[in-house]
Nanobody, 115 residues
């Protein structure tokens, strides 16, 4: 199982970024997929979750209306579209899949929101 995130970077407040998570070693169509984020010294926070079919999504309150999680099962890829970014969105963003009792993580991608 491998998850590889990309798309992070430095953006000004109010800007947008699109994160991608390419999965290999398994088929994402069988699993709900998640995006987490972590600020140094703080616990990892669940940002968004998408169901197996994509028909159901959930977001932490602080990103509702600004972030959108989506999936392309044919490409084995999950996305996180982030709009109207704020400095408090600055963090390392991780893609995650839970298989039974095991959690798998990517290496993370840094998002920095600053003027």
């Amino acid at each position: 199982v491998q998850l590889v995130e990309s798309g992070g970077g430095l953006v000004q407040p109010g800007g947008s970024l699109r994160l991608s998570c390419v999965a290999s070693g398994f088929t994402i169509s069988r699993y709900a997929m998640n995006w987490y984020r972590q600020v140094s010294g703080k616990e990892r926070e669940l940002v968004a979750r998408i169901s197996i079919t994509g028909s159901s999504t959930n977001y932490v309150d602080s990103v509702k209306g600004r972030f959108t999680i989506s999936r392309d099962n044919a490409r084995n890829t999950v996305y996180l579209q982030m709009n109207y970014l704020k400095p408090e969105d600055t963090a390392v963003y991780y893609c995650n899949v839970r298989m039974g009792e095991y959690d798998y993580w990517g290496q993370g991608t840094q998002v920095t929101v600053s003027s």
